[in-house]
């Protein structure tokens, strides 16, 4: 018999998609729900900053619906155009695009709202800069690029660099600022994040470091603004990519407030049960960029912005959340290997594993020097350690070498075990 409980998904992105796909996959036969505050099918972000800024391709989204799997299939009350505004214990408080209010109620709630592109206050809300994280921000893009002949990127992160890969393909005269002194040098670190650099420039994207936006002098005909180090820089078109926020005020009802300090996203454990809540809640899972998930292999709570980690944590999560409903005890969860790769100054580069928790890095394969012609490394590997313990690889077209360290950092090896293993590989 069909159970009747309702599953509520909030946010119809990756996550969200995918966690109703899963859901449907362990068996959840009651009903689903999803809300999305954006008004097409949910869709796939990656191609926004890379194919879809290509002047000779046609700007249509690309949708996340896997094979034989839509609406109808999965059973799916798809509502698009509806904002999830509140929480209440077992109620969603929501708004549609015409801005009549009304309520969802739930049995279990999956929170896959996101994170959203975080603005810079000197240049917010002006015509001729943009922000880069939906399909509607990729079209505004499009027609800007389309006339512009320079672009001032601010945030030499992975959007910002794909953007400007994107803008100088089309013969854009790209400037990028960084207010590091080297692009990545949280995430990558100084070596890599220095190599990157060198990518950047000498794939013919000036880049200047260690200066940030200090404010806006005119953005009638252009976008003209003053940098921190006291020079003033002008473009046609700026793109800021300086990070994001992620998307949890809907959640803070006076019970929830406090409790979570969701702020920095929502705290799960190892398979996205929301941790801190008030018991009225009920059952609340998330997933996705907005969620924090308990890692036990290092015991900290770790969020990524990485497909597939919603993609991998969106079946962790059905299995656990149709468990729950079951009454049934909860499976013991393995942690995920988080997986990211960016496009940018024509090279791929790839990261496994948590390169946030390392205190040091060592390039294990390939040498920057070795290859003094060509725009970028060839291929390079770097291992990052926390202590004596390996906790991520990072690669510059190497993926196939990324491949034979996904043991290893799985294992948590040591320094040692890491060396002999590129030693092997070389030999
Ligand atoms: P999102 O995709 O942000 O989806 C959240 C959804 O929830 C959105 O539709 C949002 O509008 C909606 N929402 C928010 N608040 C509410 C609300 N209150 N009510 C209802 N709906 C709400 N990752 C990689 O690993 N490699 C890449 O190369 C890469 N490239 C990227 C390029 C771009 C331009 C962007 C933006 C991201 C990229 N990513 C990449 C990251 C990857 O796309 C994300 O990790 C992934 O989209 C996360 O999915 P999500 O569903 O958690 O969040």
């Known amino acids: 018999m069909a159970t009747t409980e309702h599953v509520v998904i909030v946010g119809g992105g990756l996550a969200g998609w995918r966690a109703a796909e899963e859901l449907r996959a362990a068996g959840f036969d009651g009903r689903l729900t999803l809300l999305s ?16 800024l290509k002047a000779d391709v046609e700007a249509s989204p690309i949708h996340l619906a896997r094979e034989g799997s839509d609406e109808q299939t999965l059973d799916l009350d798809l509502r698009r155009g509806v904002r999830a505004t509140g929480l209440k214990p077992g109620v969603v408080l929501t708004a549609d695009a015409a801005g009549a ?40 893009l499009r027609r800007s690029l389309d006339t512009a002949q320079s672009l001032l990127v601010v945030g030499a992160g992975f959007i910002g660099a794909e953007v400007a890969t994107a803008a100088h393909d089309r013969g854009i005269a790209v400037t990028v600022i960084e207010a590091l002194d080297v692009p990545y040098q949280r995430t ?16 013919g994207v000036a880049l200047r470091t260690g200066t ?20 003033s820089i002008e473009a046609d078109i700026a793109v800021v ?10 959640l803070q009802h006076p019970a929830t ?3 979570t300090g969701w702020e920095a996203g929502v705290t799960c454990d190892g398979a996205g049960r ?64 988080p997986y990211f790769w ?50 991520a690889v990072a690669g510059i077209s190497a993926p196939a070498l990324l491949g034979r360290y996904r043991g290893v950092l799985a294992e948590g090896a040591s320094r040692e075990r890491v060396r002999a293993l590129a030693a092997e590989i070389a030999g």
């Open 37 to 52: 505050d954006e008004q097409h099918p949910p869709y796939d972000r990656p191609p926004l900053s890379k194919r879809l």
């Open 101 to 140: 209010q009304g309520e969802v109620s739930y049995d279990a709630l999956v929170v896959a709202t996101g994170v959203r592109a975080r603005e810079l206050p000197a240049l917010s809300g002006h015509p001729r800069v943009h922000l880069l994280r939906t399909f509607d921000d990729v079209l505004d």
């Open 342 to 391: 960016s496009d940018q100054f024509g090279r791929k580069v790839q990261l496994l594993g948590r390169p946030g928790l390392a205190d040091s890095v060592e390039v294990l394969h390939g040498d920057e020097a070795a290859d003094p012609d060509e725009p970028a490394p060839r291929k390079l590997l770097a291992g990052y350690f926390a202590g004596d313990q390996l906790v």
């Open 188 to 203: 990558l670190g100084e070596d890599l994040g220095g190599i990157v650099g060198r990518m950047a420039r000498r794939y």
């Open 257 to 259: 407030e406090g409790a």
């Open 212 to 231: 940030g936006v200090d404010e806006l002098i005119d953005s009638t005909e252009s976008v003209h603004v003053r940098l921190s180090d006291g020079t």
């Open 241 to 250: 990519g300086v990070g994001t926020v992620v998307n949890v005020e809907w």
């Open 274 to 337: 929301a941790l801190g809540l008030d018991a009225s809640f009920g059952r609340v899972y998330a997933l996705g960029d907005v969620a924090a998930w308990h890692d036990a292999s290092h015991d900290r709570h770790l969020r990524f912005e990485h497909w597939t980690t919603a993609v991998d944590q969106a079946p962790v999560l059905a299995r656990a959340l149709v468990r729950d409903l079951a009454g049934e005890s909860a499976e013991p969860v393995e942690p995920l290997l």
